[in-house]
């Protein structure tokens, strides 16, 4: 049985160097090509949508504004000058609002809370006919 053995001391370079690879990956410095197939991001293919995204909602956001406008001075009846400080402060409240969600969501609390959250707080200001027509 002692001439089966292996000697550590008798092994070939490759061998070694297989061995000290298979305990690196074991103990992750190294990542293997599945891991990194695993694990890569959308990266291009999801840019399309992105952009989609993004430009849909510049449109509504400047087709929201126009309609807000006429509203507040037709239905409200406000001077022109009010009611253009109000868009503008919409306007940057809107595109500010993510900036500190995402800060307060990468530092404190995680995205899958703040989503929660900021749900639940849409839920209790939107008004009970928009609540009636999502259900």
Known sequence: MKCLQIIPSRLSSSSKEQQQQQQQ????????????????????????????NETFERMASFGLLANFMVYLTRELHMDQVSAATILNLWF?????????????????????????FGSFALFLVCPPSFINYLL
């Open 25 to 52: 990956q074991r103990d992750g410095k190294i990542l293997s090509d599945s891991d990194t197939k695993q694990r890569k991001p959308g990266g291009w293919k999801a840019m399309p949508f992105i952009l989609g």
């Open 92 to 116: 940057g409240v809107s595109n500010f609002a993510p900036l500190l969600g995402a800060f307060i969501s990468d530092s404190y609390v995680g995205r899958f809370r703040t989503i929660a």
